[in-house]
């Protein structure tokens, strides 16, 4: 009883005090709150435009070592080595004219730009399909073009491209090529003892821009990982790009260990099959010629963009 006497008298308490409270505070004059000063609104944060296929200039890169570069939808690019219009904002096609006329070779490539990022970081995949359109011509007749290739190749590329700063980027190539037919391939494709129809090259092509429109291009890497003997490969080439025009100009090398270390004893083996092998890498091959193999490439493009 007595404690239940003490919660009484503590709640009587309690709201006698409250009711006291309220009751002052309706005699208190009333007070109006200060004026606030208008808070100036935050800027809406940037929206960042979506990274797409990269603008001008464009740089389709050397014969083995490529860019990322993808056409934006509805441009084009037409030229003595290439001829290629991107048919989405990601998706550029294209084909080798010089291919077309000095190898009777014909070419299909297609460049998808998988991804790039603010900093212009990109991912891209480029799939190429090349086939000669008639058989080896050994025998020189004079009715007849001398035909002396004969392949059917794919090459999937896997490209990888750093931009280090404004002036500087990287574009690392892995490719993975299958051979249908190579009786007597290009020159990328070295003469080899053990037959075998992969390719594994891992290259590293960099770009590096020395004015406003001058560019320089640098490439080394190796060739041929699924047999041997493995090739070393280095390019460079200096070349100018504008909004419409676009060149570069230089050489590439692919040799064998043995070659790059004895210089007196390489030479074109490739060259020799072609020019004196009517059945080209089918025939029999020197394993002493294809330890000193070793060849120079040109490495070249003139082309009007629009």
Not at 95 to 105: H, R, V
Not at 214 to 222: D, N, P
Not at 248 to 261: C, E, K, L
């Amino acid at each position: 009883m007595i404690a239940s006497s003490r919660k009484v008298v503590f709640v009587s308490v309690s709201l006698v005090i409250f009711r006291c409270c309220f009751a002052f505070a309706q005699t208190l004059p009333s007070v109006s709150s200060p004026a606030l000063s208008p808070v100036p609104l935050l800027p809406p944060p940037e929206m960042k435009p979506e990274i797409t296929a990269t603008k001008w200039p464009f740089v389709n890169g050397h014969n083995v070592s490529a860019t990322s570069d993808a056409l934006p939808k509805g441009n084009c690019v037409l030229g003595l080595d290439i001829a290629a219009c991107g048919v989405s904002d990601r998706i550029s096609v294209g084909t080798s004219i010089w291919m077309l006329m000095d190898y009777n070779m014909n070419s299909l490539a297609v460049r998808g730009l998988l991804s790039e990022d603010a900093e212009g970081n990109k991912w891209a995949l480029q799939t190429s399909y090349f086939k000669t359109y008639r058989p080896r011509n050994y025998t020189y007749d004079a009715r007849e073009p001398l035909t002396t290739y004969q392949m059917e190749a794919l090459w999937i590329m896997l490209i990888r491209t750093v931009s280090v700063n404004d002036h500087y980027r990287m574009h690392f190539n892995f490719h993975s090529n299958y051979y249908f037919d190579e009786k007597m391939p290009f020159s990328l494709r070295r003469p080899y003892v053990a037959q075998t129809p992969y390719q594994f090259n891992l290259t590293v092509l960099n770009e590096l821009s020395m004015t406003e429109h001058w560019i320089l291009l640098a490439e080394g890497g190796l060739l041929d990982f699924a047999r041997a003997p493995l090739h070393f490969h280095v390019g460079t080439s200096v070349g100018r790009v504008t909004d419409t025009w676009s060149f570069h100009f230089g050489f590439s090398m692919t040799g064998s260990r043995d070659s790059v270390f004895a210089p007196t004893t390489r030479s074109d083996y490739q060259e020799d099959l072609r020019a004196h092998q009517p059945e080209g890498y089918n025939s029999p091959r020197d394993p002493l010629r294809v330890k000193d193999d070793f060849s120079i490439h040109p490495e070249f493009n003139l082309s009007y963009q629009f």
